[in-house]
């Protein structure tokens, strides 16, 4: 069925539900209209019918109470608000029941609880806490599998690529990429195809075929429908990071401006503090002149990610500013703001992003000592 078609029916089927008095059947119109306004970034009304979904009768229900809950914190994960994201969805995760859910999936199409989970894995991901996010992650894919369902078995498995990716665990993400291009081919889920397709360029150019995978990213980025805005900004990141793997610097800001631009229009925030992030390594790599501006892309990140709780964000845009700190010879400076962010971690030190924080850290600290080892022996003289 079309959206616009789908939406005509879910508007037709509420206005009945209402003229009859809250009727059973009010909850899955309220859903179908919730997901259809989720897609096009209308979180106004997203936000409204999450909303009227707690309110709704039958919304006690166990079984409708996880995917009214679900529904609030999908839509503040996509805003930004990691903290009311998570809370809501580990409230869904609790009252999901897979025997009592299970018959559902035929009037939602999602499962509350792959859907649950796999939002909880993103968003402890974006909160700090990366092996808590793998393990809900990998409890969304076995529902799945269980349930033995094509739409959230391809849901499960692109969320665990996209984690794959936050965690920029490359290979991984990539055969992630390709499971869910073959699960979607065969049952011919279309946007999941592009998602993935974008998803495998991605992985493709941080192996040294950027070229290959800057084609596969905007393959995947034209197969989004014109409603479907949520991916957007995430995808257009990827698609900068691949630009500047091979010099295409003009095309990856291009990219990030339209980035902004979607988050702007549509309140879209989730992936904000990245995007300004990655505009300022590209405007360095552009010219060096650039390094005021580039200096008040990082801080604006970082800020944005503060304001977020999202520290995994905030992880990577201090490493962007100490490194520039690092390069005015600051090296005081750029350690203690890396050791205060990094210090905070309790999990997931073995991941690359901070691997490479540590051995940044590293470095700093010990080109502090070497400086001051210095100073003292000038001064000794």
């Not at 073959?182 to 946007?191: F, I, K, R, S």
């Not at 604006?300 to 520290?311: D, F, L, P």
């Not at 845009?317 to 700190?325: C, D, E, F, I, N």
């Amino acid at each position: 069925m079309a959206t616009s078609e789908a939406e005509r029916a879910y508007t037709r089927a509420r206005e009945l539900c209402n003229r009859l008095g809250d009727s059973p059947e009010l909850f899955p119109a309220l859903f179908g209209m919730w997901a259809i306004h989720l897609d096009r970034g209308d979180f106004r009304m997203a936000s409204e019918l999450a909303e009227q979904l707690l309110r709704a009768q039958g919304a006690h229900d166990p079984a409708l109470l996880a995917y009214s809950r679900l529904a609030r914190g999908a839509t503040s994960y996509w805003m930004g608000k990691f903290l009311p994201a998570e809370e809501f969805l580990e409230s869904a995760i609790t009252v999901y029941n897979p025997e009592r859910n299970r018959p559902l999936i035929y009037s939602y199409g999602y499962d509350a609880g792959v859907a649950g989970l796999s939002y909880a894995a993103w968003t402890l991901w974006l909160l700090g806490y990366s092996d808590q996010a793998l393990k809900r992650s990998y409890e969304a894919l076995a529902l799945a599998q269980r349930l033995s369902h094509p739409l959230n078995l391809a849901h499960a498995e692109l969320f665990v690529g996209v984690l794959r990716q936050y965690r920029r665990e490359v290979r991984a993400a990539q055969e992630n990429a390709e499971s869910v291009i073959a699960h979607t081919a065969e049952h011919g889920l279309t946007d999941y195809l592009a998602w993935a397709t974008g998803l495998r360029g991605w992985a493709m150019a941080q192996q040294g075929r950027s070229e290959e995978g800057i084609a596969q990213l905007r393959e995947g980025l034209a197969g989004f429908s014109a409603t479907e805005v949520l991916l957007r900004p995430y995808f257009l990141c990827l698609l900068a990071e691949a630009c500047t793997e091979t010099g295409h610097l003009d095309d990856g800001l291009t990219a990030l401006t339209e980035a902004l631009a979607v988050a702007d229009e549509h309140d879209l925030r989730f992936y904000e503090a990245e995007t300004h992030r990655l505009r300022g390594e590209l405007l360095l790599k552009q010219d060096d002149s650039n390094a005021a501006e580039a200096q008040s892309c990082f801080e604006r990140a970082i800020e944005i990610a503060r304001t977020q709780s999202a520290k995994s964000l905030e992880l990577r845009a201090t490493m962007s500013l100490a490194r520039l700190v690092r390069s005015t010879a600051r090296h005081d400076e750029a350690r203690a703001m890396l050791a205060k962010i990094y210090g905070w971690f309790t999990e997931g030190l073995d991941t690359p992003a901070l691997c490479d924080a540590k051995a940044l850290l590293e470095a700093l600290s010990s080109k502090s000592s070497t400086r001051r080892l210095s100073d003292k022996s000038r001064k000794g003289h």
